[in-house]
């Protein structure tokens, strides 16, 4: 069991397979020109196994691949199947545009429900957000992992002024079709420029749907980020992840190994343990890890303040989010 000196038992691990992309949301990456991780310096498949499996013996349940986009690393398909062998739910957070040249891949590994990123309904917007013409991609792989029965959740990061008018109409979405929509506030990350100005925040999202539709919560599972609500009717649901302005620190269960196999006990921790050179070093990793847990804080990563108004996003010391793995 891989606990933290607050109680906190921590059983689900993200792994971010490649810190590479083959979009630009300005979010996500940071504007200076960014050179993506050599290949030799990545955790290789059999090293992402062989540390899934520390993990998977200490109690983890669940595990998801992320990154930068898991599934334009050439290998992908090659360390999903070996992962889906664990037994662990494996679960995926994609941008969505190779969904249908894997699909067969994700079945075979058992993987059930798929996290896409989506932030407009625009074709416009979209390609002014991640700097890729492929919108009708995304929304038909969309529609084809409904139609293959996989648990589909879609990714908003809101942010003011640009997405926020579209919160209805990501509503109105979920009336005919089984999606969850999870709305996200926009978080800061080295050179994402992120302001509080840019946020919109839960509270602001709860108003604005409430707006046109009448809401009603839904109980959640004790580690669920999200808050999930439903809208009467509606086949589809949604949910809103406050990390900003209602953080669910208290019953965190995350623990996040980057491409280059760093584990970050928080997903804004000022530091990370290097478990990737400690296996080819065949150090033993586990004390790594579990020394890495204990010295978790207890609320995002110790370097927030209470009020994200006051917040200075230069001061935060992290990386970005495209090499972190959301
Ligand atoms: N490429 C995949 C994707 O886009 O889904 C997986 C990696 S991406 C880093 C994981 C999630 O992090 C996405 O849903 C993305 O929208 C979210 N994300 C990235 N930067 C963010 C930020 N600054 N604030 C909030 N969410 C962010
Ligand atoms: Fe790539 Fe996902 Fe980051 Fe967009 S959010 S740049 S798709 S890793």
Redesign the pocket.
């Known amino acids: 069991m891989i606990e933290d000196s607050f109680g906190r038992v921590h059983d689900y691990l993200r792994i971010s397979l490649t810190d590479n ?1 083959n ?1 630009r ?1 300005f ?2 990456m940071p504007e200076e020109e960014y050179d993506f991780t050599p290949a030799s310096r990545l955790m290789q498949k059999d090293e992402i196994v062989a540390l899934a499996k520390i993990f998977v013996a200490q109690g983890v349940k669940k595990i998801r691949l ?5 599934l334009v690393r050439k290998d992908a398909a090659a360390i999903i199947l070996a992962l889906g062998k664990l037994p662990v739910e494996l679960v995926i ?3 969505g545009t190779r969904i249908a040249e894997m699909l067969p891949v994700l079945k075979e590994a058992g993987i059930k429900t798929v ?3 989506l ?1 407009t309904l625009q074709p416009d917007k979209f390609m002014l957000i991640t700097r890729r013409d492929v919108f009708h991609q995304v929304r038909s792989n969309i529609e084809l992992l409904l139609q293959e029965k996989f648990t589909v959740k879609v ?1 908003v ?1 809101v942010m003011k002024g640009l997405n926020d008018g579209e919160i209805r109409d990501f509503i109105e979405w979920t009336r005919h079709n089984t999606i969850q929509v999870r709305f ?6 080295s050179g ?1 420029k ?1 302001t509080s100005n840019k946020m919109f925040s839960y509270q602001e999202i709860l108003d604005e749907i409430g707006k046109a539709f009448s809401v009603l919560p839904v109980k959640g599972a004790l580690h669920d980020t999200a808050k999930g609500f439903m809208v009467p009717g509606h086949e589809g649901s949604f949910a809103i992840i406050s990390t900003m302005t209602a953080p669910f620190c208290s019953t965190c269960n995350r623990m996040r190994l980057t491409a280059d196999g760093k584990l970050k006990n928080c997903l804004f921790s000022d530091g990370e343990t290097d478990l990737l050179t400690a296996l080819r070093n065949q150090e033993d990793v586990l004390p790594l890890i579990q020394a890495s847990i204990r010295s978790k804080k207890k609320e995002l990563g110790g370097q927030m303040v209470p009020n994200f108004e006051e917040l200075d996003a230069n001061a935060i010391n992290n990386r970005s ?2 090499t972190i ?2």
């Open positions: 992309c979009f949301c979010y996500c992320t990154g930068g986009e898991p957070t994609t941008n996290n896409i990123s932030d990714n990061v996200i506030e926009f978080m800061p990350f994402n992120w989010m495209i793995g959301g």
